[in-house]
């Protein structure tokens, strides 16, 4: 919010600027949305004063103007794609795990979760408790991602595994700045995947609900963090004592529909090859391992 002061253009006098105030126009958007010729006639002053003080001022305030679609074909071009090295995980993720983005895995324990981490070139930082994370992540944001570039790596890929380890004792009972911390890794990592441009990966525990349906856990605020939500779950197999079937359900995506379940095999993860699709061919696919902070 801009208020109006004397010098902040030609024409706009310390005389003119009490005039303005007196019909409530204090700021530089209250001028630009004003009817200019009602507010002549109300101020009192000259019209063509008027439009001209306005002119100026919305070509030093108002943002020039970008298309919709000029946007979008920006974000294309700088959007990367990488695989998760599964084909049916990668084909549920709309071709992977996208730059830019914060995705979720939601399971129980085996069900798949650190599987996803099967990357090589991985930069490994321990934490136990999550002032330990918002400092790495911190320390990430501010300069981490020059000294890796520097050092000859591309950082593609932040994964945190798994952040309910370090919120969960945090949040509910006699805490009470538990959900204050949430939202400031939640930020953190928003701020990362999006200033960066990485993909940014999280693992999440599951609870069940008064009917016993698994859902994602850490309550309906992180629900909303997550771009791409996807649960995991092993598939049953009486016959034997470990069973590497797996399914994955989409529960929240902003491209695919949600609830969409896919099944794999543990065993067979490995490398994919995958045909990008997209307009003009603009997003690119990132095959080789990233590397992870």
Known sequence: MVFLREGLCPGLSEEFIQILRTKDVRTVEDLVSSDTEELAQKCSVSYKALVAVRRVLLAQHTAFPVSGADLYEELLSSTAILST?????????????????????AGTPGS??????????IQVAQVFDVFSLLECLHNLRSGGFQQMS??????????????????SHILGGKQTDGMSLMMQVAG????????????????NH???DGSGILKAGLGLSWSHVPRTRVLLECMENPGSAYCSLRTATL???????????????????????????????????????????
């Not at 090295?85 to 895995?105: H, Q």
């Not at 953190?188 to 693992?203: G, Q, S, W």
């Open 85 to 105: 090295g599964n084909a049916s995980l990668d084909k549920l993720l709309d071709t992977g795990l996208y730059t830019g983005e914060l995705t979720e895995l």
């Open 112 to 121: 798949g979760k650190t599987q996803m981490e099967a990357f090589q070139r």
């Open 150 to 167: 520097a050092g000859g790596g591309t950082l593609k890929a932040v994964i945190v595994d798994s952040v309910t380890a370090v919120l």
């Open 188 to 203: 953190e990592l928003k701020t990362i995947a999006k200033d960066l441009n990485v993909a940014v990966l999280v693992t």
């Open 206 to 208: 599951v609870t069940r």
């Open 251 to 293: 529960i929240k995506s902003s491209r695919q529909p949600c609830n969409l379940t896919q099944e794999f095999d543990l065993n067979s993860w490995g490398e994919t090859e995958i045909e990008l699709p997209g307009p003009s061919g603009k997003r690119k696919l990132v095959d080789e391992d990233p590397s992870q902070a």
